[in-house]
């Protein structure tokens, strides 16, 4: 991403937006001023480590390990040597969450990734960074994701990365009533997607 299109997206959190970064290597433009956290190097080594979350311990290699220290974010996260893995900061009006981990190339990578923990993290911090979540569901293979349209209504969309039909088993937060735009609230097809309203009562 060009610096253009960068400062574009930080304009964005300035104004509200939550942003997901992580980080697998490379430079950083303006690293401080954009996480709040400040680098002490790198370590160029296929380091194994483990980072603590409230779910669990999490396996995780990186090629070259960034070692930071908070001068601003909060702290969520950290691995058995006392290293941030993940944090959150506060840009503007709007929240930077800073992973200090490769975890897309490693999920990847990974035969069956989504069998183990790694999707944990993702829940992890949306948690901390969706105040209220109207549609919810267990299952590690189906993201459910929210679209505002206005105040009271929003399009949900459920998509299933796996091979098999799952049952949604959709929880929805009191106040909200689901309605199917394409699709079933009862099942969702393998490798495929279903639309939803979501709407305030």
């Known amino acids: 991403m060009n610096q253009y299109a960068f400062k574009k997206v930080y304009e964005k959190v300035a104004d509200g937006a939550t942003l997901y970064i992580s980080y697998n290597g490379g430079d950083f433009f303006h690293f401080e001023e954009y996480t709040g956290l400040r680098s002490n190097g790198i370590v160029r080594s296929r380091t194994s480590h483990t980072a603590s979350f409230d779910f669990g311990d999490v396996e995780y290699k990186c090629e070259q390990e960034l070692l930071v220290e908070s001068v601003g974010a909060q702290p969520l996260v950290y691995n058995e040597d006392g290293n941030i893995v993940l944090s959150c900061f506060n840009y503007g009006k709007g929240r930077v969450f ?98 939803y309203y979501a709407d305030k009562l």
């Not at 735009?181 to 393998?190: E, F, L, P, Q």
């Open 98 to 195: 800073f992973l200090n981990m490769p975890l897309e190339s490693t999920l990847a990578e990974t035969y069956g990734a989504y069998a183990d923990d790694y999707y944990k993290i993702y829940q992890f911090f949306t948690d901390k960074a969706i105040s209220t979540k109207i549609v919810t569901t267990p299952h590690p293979d189906l993201s459910v994701t929210q679209h505002k349209v206005d105040d009271s209504r929003y399009v949900i969309a459920a998509v299933n990365y796996s091979d098999k039909d799952l049952n949604g088993e959709f929880a929805v937060t009191d106040g909200w009533k689901l309605t199917p735009i394409a699709g079933s609230t009862d099942c969702v097809g393998h490798c495929n997607a279903a639309f």
